[in-house]
């Protein structure tokens, strides 16, 4: 999901929904189970949850449940499937369309609580279930999108849709499934799916391996550990207590550690006046699944773009980016690579500039070498304060992440009207995790929101938003959604509460702007309800990281942790003279990542890739990435499009950007950021309705127009 624009995505690792599955309601592919048998009396999952507001009760949840409630949601799921297609009477739109959407739901709800607390509290067991159950459920997925029998009734309302009577909503519907089917090879021959099965389950255990490689090398497999006082110079206090509170934990009590999570390496590399120690900890970083160990990626890559590009041809496309961006805004690679580069060459240029003045500084010190990828952050923290006056860790002191949160909060209350209340008796799965009960301003009750803050071994890294519970109807009821924002984030030490920087601030907001989507999605059918492209889905959370950084909301949350001082007027507005510091840097590496992402996935069927490191670098050079900045993922941690539902697909973030910085640009223009009926309009078409038309339409009932490139070209500096 930044630093001081809303770009800057370090911390954004996945969204975990499903936008384009046929699917939705298996809802995790890649992960459920448990290996144990329980009794069904002892399973939680295969009864109504008797806990507040229906939450998981994770008090009761053990990890021998989920294999045994995986297996009778698919069974209960074939069950239902059965009784659709052995119906005799005509397929309509209620007897196989709406059946359908309503049918899984044991299964929905196992698999959502297990693919989260995967992610975010895992442990070797839930690896070891998480390996057991992905080919039961790859198969399972295969078994429906492939069952002809239910693809022939489904062809039948869809031929139908316009002579049946049925409203805008359900011929939606019906689209969508039909399509489904479709992209999920319906349509092949037998042979033909045979080989898509096979190349499915190798998929679905690819990716799994994957992030299990990349959360063993970003949590266990490489830290820096500092034994000497003079090895932390340039360091504040609150920098050497946090590591020296990391140390503790990891066993090495009396010294300092520092690891590959953003919050533990950036202060680092960006304060440490030890360069030999930046090198070491940068190149475990960028290192990450390349070291040729048990947790080396590059055989997994090299074999899982093979199959995507397999597959893809199976389908009927040229490449896997022609099949993922066919059902985009974007529609075509052609369009997804014009939009980059009309964007590569002026931060490239921005870069190369900011470079120079780097040197320069490097150079008055009495310095000889030339600026290494691992000293960009500490020149540039030099370069801020000497252009800006502005130092990051005189910022810091006002981020407490309470009042942060409380920020938010209290933005979302000013657009909607909302509020949040912490709840103390519902259970958590981890002690540091807090629940709000989301309200209307009428008192009505919206759903939950989970908040998990800091860094463990058994996270994942990076920040993401999902659900235990997606918003979806009972018949005429209602179901409550349940949101949930995981993050990566300083942790609090005995003297200090956990004091963010502004990158994180800005993701915090960023994620709830996700969570927001998920709680006010209202749409009678699954299938569409909240579902939105792939490159509009960053809209409803980008927009948000925009009031963050507002004089009139920082002096809201932006309250000094020991002096209850407001942000002085002063710091804010240096912080918004350097909001386009360092932009090059930001915007480069990321559209690098982007490029290496589109190029990973246009190879066609048939090419082989023997050497990742060489595809990796033929590819940067290409576009002419200077050797002092590195893609923001290398290939090998790149977990957005090889772990993360995001291949083909990282570019998603600056076209997204195109709508946020232009519905932003609409409250800006009002001269009210919360003018209530922009706000009413935004949360209206472009959160809760969002699924009952294609995205750019939705956004246009908002709008009044197409979004324009301008206020995104000012916003990075580039125009």
Request: net charge negative; glycine share 2%.
């Given at each position: 999901m930044q630093t001081v624009t809303n770009f800057y995505p370090a911390y954004k690792f996945k969204i975990l929904t499903m936008k384009h599955s046929i699917l939705l309601l298996v809802m995790a592919l890649v992960t459920t189970a448990g290996c144990v048998s329980s009794k069904e009396s002892d399973n939680p999952f295969l009864s109504e949850y008797k806990t507040p507001f229906g939450v998981p009760p994770f008090d009761e949840i053990k990890v021998q449940h989920y294999q045994p409630a995986i297996e009778a949601g698919i069974q209960e799921q074939?069950?239902?499937?059965?009784?659709?297609?052995?119906?005799?009477?005509?397929?309509?739109?209620?007897?196989?369309?709406?059946?359908?959407?309503?049918?899984?739901?044991?299964?929905?709800?196992?698999?959502?609580?297990?693919?989260?607390?995967?992610?975010?509290?895992?442990?070797?067991?839930?690896?070891?279930?998480?390996?057991?159950?992905?080919?039961?459920?790859?198969?399972?997925?295969?078994?429906?999108?492939?069952?002809?029998?239910?693809?022939?009734?489904?062809?039948?309302?869809?031929?139908?849709?316009?002579?049946?009577?049925?409203?805008?909503?359900?011929?939606?519907?019906?689209?969508?499934?039909?399509?489904?089917?479709?992209?999920?090879?319906?349509?092949?021959?037998?042979?033909?799916?045979?080989?898509?099965?096979?190349?499915?389950?190798?998929?679905?255990?690819?990716?799994l391996q994957f992030g299990e490689n990349s959360l063993a090398e970003t949590n266990k497999n490489f830290r820096l550990v500092v034994e000497s006082e003079d090895d932390l110079s340039g360091l504040s206090e609150a920098i050497k207590e946090a590591a020296a509170v990391t140390a503790k934990e990891l066993g090495e009590e009396g010294k300092w550690v520092f690891t590959v999570q953003k919050p533990s390496m950036l202060p680092f590399l960006s304060y440490s006046d030890r360069r030999n120690l930046r090198e070491k900890l940068y190149k475990g970083y960028y290192m990450r699944g390349d070291n040729d160990n048990n947790n080396d990626n590059k055989e997994i890559i090299e074999k899982m773009v093979a199959l995507r590009s397999e597959k893809a041809k199976l389908l009927g496309y040229a490449n896997h980016a022609e099949f993922v961006i066919d059902v985009n805004m974007a529609k075509t690679p052609e369009n997804v690579y014009d939009f980059l580069y009309k964007l590569w060459d002026p931060a490239l240029k921005r870069a190369k500039s900011e470079l120079v003045e780097l040197q320069k500084i490097a150079n008055r010190e009495g310095n000889d070498f030339k600026i290494k990828s691992w000293d960009w952050w500490y020149y540039a923290e030099k370069l801020r304060k000497e252009k800006y006056d502005l130092d990051e860790s005189l910022l810091s002191p006002y981020l407490a992440l309470d009042n942060v949160r409380e920020g938010m909060f209290w933005v979302a209350n000013q657009l909607y009207g909302i509020s949040f209340y912490k709840l103390s008796d519902v259970p958590v799965y981890h002690p540091d995790v807090e629940v709000f009960e989301v309200k209307e301003e009428n008192g009505d009750h919206i759903g939950l929101l989970y908040l998990d803050y800091f860094p463990r071994d058994g996270k994942g890294a990076g920040a993401w938003c999902s659900s235990f519970r997606r918003a979806s109807y009972d018949g005429d009821v209602r179901i409550h959604p349940i949101s949930t924002i995981t993050c990566n984030f300083t942790k609090p030490t005995a003297t200090t509460p956990s004091l963010l920087s502004w990158e994180e601030t800005t993701t915090l907001f960023h994620e709830f702007g996700h969570a927001l989507h998920g709680l006010f999605t209202d749409g009678k059918y699954r299938r569409t309800a909240g579902v939105v492209p792939r490159d509009y889905v960053e809209l409803p959370s980008q927009v948000m990281e925009n009031w963050a950084a507002e004089p009139e909301v920082l002096r809201h949350y932006a309250i000094h942790y020991a002096t209850g001082e407001v942000i002085p007027d002063e710091l804010i507005d240096k912080l918004q003279k350097s909001s386009l510091f360092n932009q090059g840097f930001n915007t480069t590496e990321f559209l690098a990542a982007a490029l290496l992402d589109m190029d990973?996935?246009?190879?066609?069927?048939?090419?082989?890739?023997?050497?990742?490191?060489?595809?990796?670098?033929?590819?940067?050079?290409?576009?002419?990435?200077i050797d002092e900045i590195l893609p923001r993922y290398r290939s090998t941690y790149f977990g957005h499009i090889f772990d993360g539902g995001y291949s083909a697909g990282y570019y998603v973030y600056y076209w997204a950007g195109q709508l946020d910085a232009d519905a932003f640009n609409a409250f800006k223009e009002s001269g009210n950021i919360f003018n209530p009926e922009l706000a009413a309009k935004f949360r209206q078409h472009c959160l809760s309705e969002v699924g009952e038309a294609e995205g750019i339409d939705q956004y246009r009932k908002f709008r009044g127009q197409a979004p324009s490139i301008q206020p995104l070209l000012e916003k990075m500096g580039l125009n």
């Open positions: 074939n069950r239902e499937i059965e009784q659709i297609i052995s119906n005799e009477e005509p397929a309509s739109f209620e007897n196989t369309i709406l059946a359908y959407d309503q049918s899984g739901r044991l299964l929905n709800k196992t698999t959502l609580v297990f693919y989260n607390i995967r992610s975010a509290n895992t442990n070797d067991e839930l690896l070891a279930v998480a390996r057991e159950v992905t080919p039961i459920l790859t198969s399972h997925r295969d078994n429906i999108a492939l069952n002809e029998a239910l693809f022939q009734r489904i062809k039948t309302v869809y031929n139908e849709r316009y002579d049946s009577d049925l409203d805008s909503s359900q011929i939606r519907v019906v689209e969508k499934y039909y399509s489904d089917f479709e992209r999920n090879g319906a349509n092949l021959a037998q042979d033909a799916q045979k080989r898509l099965r096979e190349i499915n389950n190798d998929l679905s255990m690819l990716t990973w996935h246009t190879l066609a069927s048939g090419s082989e890739v023997d050497d990742v490191r060489a595809f990796e670098a033929a590819s940067m050079n290409r576009i002419g990435l």
